[in-house]
Structure formats: C-alpha cells, structure tokens
C-alpha cells in the first residue's frame, strides 16, 4: 500500500482488486534490483517550480529527446511546436509519459503511464466515486482472428440472426456493437472489421474492451492475422479467450492449434498456462454457451463497475452520415446514463441527442454503462474513438465549445491565413505550414481524399489534417479553421448560409471540389505557390559587336550581328570581352534601323545600348532572362 501511495495510485482499501498488469508492475517494482533485470525503470523525481514553462524548457529539465517529447505532446492530440508555452498541469501530465515525476512544490504528477492500470481516464474516475455508487456493467467483448476462420459466423450465431446474407462475400462491412443475455447477465460484443480498427480506437486513448476472443479455425491453425491479432491484444494488455472453432470439419485437430499458440505464449489452462480455450462450432453451434460462460466469468473476476448516476460518457464506435437521419455515430456508454434530450460534446463539435436507438434498430429513452446505442442530433459525423461528454444545460455546452476552440487556439498560436499570405511569409524565408480540414459526403470519398493528400510531399511545407469529417461546413470548422490556420476544403457537400458569412468575416479559405483529383492537382500547385521560389538563368540570345556610334543623347550605340536566338527588349545582359566577363546588367534599348523595337532575330543586325557601360568592338553581349524554376 506503501509503494502505490508513493507512485500516486489511488487505492480505497487492501481489497480492492488490480489488473493483472498492474500487479506484475508492482511486483517488478518492489523487487528494486530485479526491476532493472527486467528492464523496468523506476520513474525519476525532479522537482519543479513556477506554473509555465517552454516545451523546449521541459525537455531540457526532464533530460528528454525532444523528438520523444514532442511523440508524447502528439499523442495528446496536440498541436505544439518546441517554442509553445504550456501550464505546470500539462509538463506534469507529459513528464508522466516519459517515466518522469514532476515534484511540484511537494504536489508529485501521477505516476507513469507504464505502470498504471490499463483502465480508461473515464474508469479511472470511477474509483474516485462512492462505491455504493457503482454497479455492475456488462463486459465489452471484440472477437478478432483470421479473415476466413469463422468471426462473423460466431457473431451471428451468439445473437440468433443472420446478419451475414446482407454482407458481400462473408466480410464484414461495418463496425457494429450488439447486446446478448446469458444466464441473466449482458455482455456486448463489438463486430470489427479488421485489427487496424481496434487499434485506432487504442491509439487515441479509447480502451473499450474487456475481453478479446480469439478465433482460430481448428482445421488450418494460425495464419498471419491471427498473429496479429494475439499482438493488438497483447499492446492493449485485454485478457484473451481462444475460440477453436471449424471443430465439425474432419481434418480438425484442436491439440496442434495450441501447440501453435504456446509459441505465441498463450499456454492453455490444462497445460499449466493461464490461457481459456473453448472448442467451438458456430456452424453446428456447439460450444458457444461454454464460450459465453467463460466470458462472464472473465468479466466477474474483472469485477466491471460503474456508475449510472452520473453525467454520461461514451466512446464512438461507429459513425457514418445518413441522408434521411443526417450525421448518425454509434457509441458505447463508458459511465452514466445517455439520454434523449442530453446535451453533449465531442471533439470540437456538439449536439443534442435526439433519438437513441439499440442493436435491434429500437427506439429507446436511455441507455447505461456498456450499452451500444447509435445516437442522432450530432451536428457532424465524429470520428471513431472520440469521446462524447454529456453537459448539463445548452449554455454549459457552448462555454465548453469555446473553451476548446481557445485551447486549440492556444496551443497552435496560428493566425487566420489564405495561400497569399503563407507565400509571402514562404518568400521571408520562414518554415511553412499547411493545415487543412477536409469535409466530405460519405466516408469513402474522405478516406480517398486523406491518401491523396498524404501523397503531397515537399521538404520545405508540411502539409497537415488536422480534422476531417463527413457532412456539411458549419460554424464549428470556420472557428476551428481560425484557431488552426487551416483550409477548408470541401468535397461533395454543401456549406450552410451562416458558415459562409462567418467564414468571409474571418477569413477564412474555403475550397470546394466534386471531383477527388482536382484536389491533389491544386494541392499540389498550392505547395509549389508555398515553396521559396527557385530562380534559373535561360539564355536566349547572343549578338557580336562589329561597331560603334556615338550619340550625344543615347551615347554609345553597338551595331551588333545576332548570332543565335533572339535579343528582347527586356533583356539580361552580361558583356564578354577576350573570353572574360567584363560586366553584367540590362539593356537600355534595342533598335532596327532609327526604331526602337522588341526583339531581333539570328541573322539580323541591331543596335544595343547597355545601361552604364561602354562595349567596345568584338564584344560578346550574351542575352539572358532570370526565370522561376518549375518545381
């Protein structure tokens, strides 16, 4: 109990219960010697005065790679470069990453992230409530494995319905969440379409799973992607049960699938190892009530609790924008209770819930911890992970708007910007940036327009997304587009009449597409016009001075011969004389016989008058044009 105060882990009473995780930590720490066996490093104390600081500064005073620092600043979601100022609160937070304690005026920052539970920052709040607030909520289950060994088969037949006649070839097409009762308790299952989606929700800090069903087909075995799947869930430290499933197939052999799977160390229970493996069919559906008792038994050990009592937060699971219902995001409530008429938050964008409807596509008025439930009133599709926080009345929504738009503003110190003013800033000779927020109509003209843009390469612009949606251009991108000093561009979609005003009003630029390669072909011009311009010498003439005339008001005139290209009017010249040049400068004027003209041809003679120098006869004047290089 001692050693966790010291790390800042809040712990009610000796019985409450940790994560395994975290008591292997603990014990790695507690060893002190054996911890640096292992590779573990105990967190660093430094103390710390003052309430601001530089992020340069920081990392001078943590003894950190700037890159590493900057990494963590990401992570966080924002926008800070090595000069930004942040609050004592911020450095502790990112300190904290990096396994550095940050001793405030004897007020010590939490302890690293390595060595803390896996729980969400919303569960970590759990534990700062009364207990006798706190219930029981169902697991959250994702079943991941190899694309052919059953995920979707196993699904539908938990949930008794076919939901795999809709779906071509079998492959999953959406991310869903789905509410099952066995033996009286809920469990939600999460339907995933691949790991990369598990991962995104991991990557910004949404840890929604419980538990992680592995399905691997007792006929093949492990495939690649079974691999990758036991390593998404071992990154995201969630228990994993192994589902053998196919065993109606005669060439099945369950005892050579864990043989496999002990080289990946998962050891199952009656070889001594901690690993559940159930034998399933979900084809013969044999088995499957055996896999649900080990789920909830699972979750009982993991004693999953939260309170319904208070403001809701959920994660988005799921978003996609429908053209009769508008912007529609499915979410699994974290902690309170969601219901029709709240007011919310997420992102940089807010709403009222006007509608909720359960995995049945049935209207419901609430929806508590761990249900999914698909929420309508979201002025934009939100992206899948961001958190949705309930607020109590419509004002406290709009100050909490503000005070993240200010905050973005804050932490990016952009000014409002259009194209004209980065090149003149590019022609100063200071580092450029390019942000942009995309808006699109469906999520597959957005993804295609995100990978062209990433296609956008130059060593001197960085070219940035820093939000991107489906749906309309609204109020909130105009003042995101203002604390960011990006660039709206719009594909498909339509932009309402106060956006526009706000937008002229706040100068912001706006680009409007309907076809996806019009927006790389001008992005791709938008970085050249950004680029420090490169100059290059083109000649396009040359003329040999075969005599003199002199003139009291001209002065000396050159009766030149062009003996290649053209002499212009507008000419650069430099004056060769024995092989050396003599002077450099512009032509004062050009003549054929007593007029003044534009430009003599090869074979032609002229007269040459050069500004501020006297050319003698046999000189050379080569004739140039100085000319932005094409990039």
Known sequence: MSLLSDLNIRIKSPNQKLDAGLVQQVKDLYRGEDAQDDGIVPPKVIKVSGDRLLIKDLASLIDCDLGKLMKAVLEKGMLLNLNSEIDISLAVELAAKLNVVLDVEGVQSEAPMDIRSSLEKIEEAELDRDPDALTERPPVVTIMGHVDHGKTLLLDTIRKSNIISGEAGGITQHIGAYQVVAKGKKITFLDTPGHAAFTSLRARGSQITDVTILVVAADEGIKPQTVEAIHHAKAAAVPIIVAINKMDKPDADPERVK????????????????????????????????????????????????????????????????????????????????????????????????????????????????????????????????????????RDTKEEMEQRLLAIEGQTGFKTITLEALSEQVEKGEAQRLNLIIKADVNGSLEAIITSVQQVHSPEVTVSIIHAATGPINENDILLARASSAIIVGFGITINGEAQLLAESEGVEIKMYSIIYQILDDLNRAVQGLLKPVFEEVEHGRAEVRQLFRFSKVGTIAGSYVLSGKIFRTSQVRVIRNKQVVHEGKLGSLKRFQEDVKEVATGFECGIVVEDWDVAVGDVIFCYTIQEKKR
């Open 259 to 394: 043989q496999q799977l002990v080289e990946h160390d998962l050891v199952p229970e009656e070889w001594g190892g901690k690993t559940i493996m159930v034998p399933i069919s979900a084809k013969a559906k044999t088995g499957i009530s055996e896999l649900l008792d080990m789920i909830l038994l699972v979750a009982e050990m993991a004693e999953l609790r939260a309170d319904s009592t208070c403001l809701a937060k959920a994660v988005v699971i799921e978003s996609r924008l429908s053209r009769k219902k508008g912007p529609i995001a499915t979410v699994l409530v974290k902690s309170g209770t969601l219901r029709v008429g709240d007011f919310f938050v997420i992102g940089t964008t807010s709403g009222k819930v006007r509608a909720l409807l359960n995995d049945l596509g049935e209207k419901v008025d609430s929806a508590g911890p761990g249900a999914p439930v698909e929420v309508l009133g979201i002025s934009e599709v939100p992206a899948p992970g961001s958190i949705l926080e309930c607020m109590v009345t419509e």
